[in-house]
């Protein structure tokens, strides 16, 4: 079975700060897919990034970078000198493999507040 | 190129009442699935398809329906509305080819049950 966890709820922040949004993530499959999605007030899931079971380099897109560590089964995100526009729900997700009813599996997401 | 499209966007029920939640997508995607989102709980999967006229549970299956006639649509119905539906339902489509590149998303159904 597959899981992921995010721990952390809510998290607030002033603008500038820098913050890390945790991820751990549970399979038993060796081929697998991380992802993590942004969700703003205005409802929609937008896509920001995938990395796959193979690919341990870390990301980095502008403020945005990733963090991939299978020895302990994480995916962490850090946003850097965040801005208000940042306000969102995030949401890590773990797709696994084919045979397995191709499955995206969501963490419970982390409110993210950044106030000005 | 419209990707997945939900419609209602919002919608009011009475407990017991029925209706679908449609979901259409135009990109030639196998694979469609279903999930509703609730607080603190993520999105959760409830049914899917991965082919016209193959469908599947998925963890909350309870209280609805799908069918997959075409490889465009993927109704979810609800028979019998309960206020445990309360929720935001998501639509979610993927070439089964493309692994990789995760689902695309609809926009989202917001339904309350009264």
């Known amino acids: 079975a597959q899981k992921v966890t995010q721990a952390q709820t809510e998290i607030s922040v002033v603008e500038k700060e820098d913050v890390t949004l945790d991820c751990v993530y549970e399979?038993?499959?060796?081929?697998?897919?991380l992802f993590w999605y942004k969700q703003p007030p205005s409802g929609e899931l937008v896509f920001l990034i995938r990395?796959?079971?193979?690919?341990?380099q870390n990301e980095i897109s502008g403020r945005y970078s990733w963090n991939f560590q299978k020895s302990t089964s994480s995916f962490n995100f850090t946003i850097t000198a965040s801005q208000v526009v940042d306000s969102a729900v995030y949401f890590c997700?773990?797709?696994?493999?084919?045979?397995?009813?191709?499955?995206?599996?969501f963490g419970e997401g982390t409110q993210l507040t950044v106030n000005p | 190129n419209a990707g997945v499209t939900q419609t209602p966007k919002f919608q009011v029920l009475k407990t017991g009442q029925s209706m679908t939640l449609q979901c259409a997508q135009d990109?030639?995607?196998?694979?469609m699935s279903w999930y509703r989102q609730d607080p603190g709980m993520g999105l959760r999967l409830i049914h899917y398809?991965?082919?016209?006229?193959?469908?599947d549970q998925g963890e909350v299956p309870n209280g609805y329906n799908v069918s997959r006639s075409t490889t465009e649509d993927f109704p979810l119905r609800l028979l019998s509305a309960a206020p445990s539906q309360t929720s935001v339902y998501f639509c979610?489509?993927?070439?089964?080819?493309?692994?990789?590149?995760?689902?695309?998303f609809g926009s989202g159904t917001r339904l309350t049950v009264v």
């Open positions: 399979t038993r499959d060796t081929t697998y897919y």
């Open positions: 997700a773990l797709l696994n493999r084919e045979t397995s009813g191709s499955r995206l599996t």
């Open positions: 398809s991965v082919g016209a006229g193959i469908t």
């Open positions: 979610a489509s993927r070439r089964r080819a493309q692994l990789t590149y995760g689902y695309t």
């Open positions: 990395r796959n079971s193979f690919d341990e």
């Open positions: 990109m030639n995607h196998e694979y």
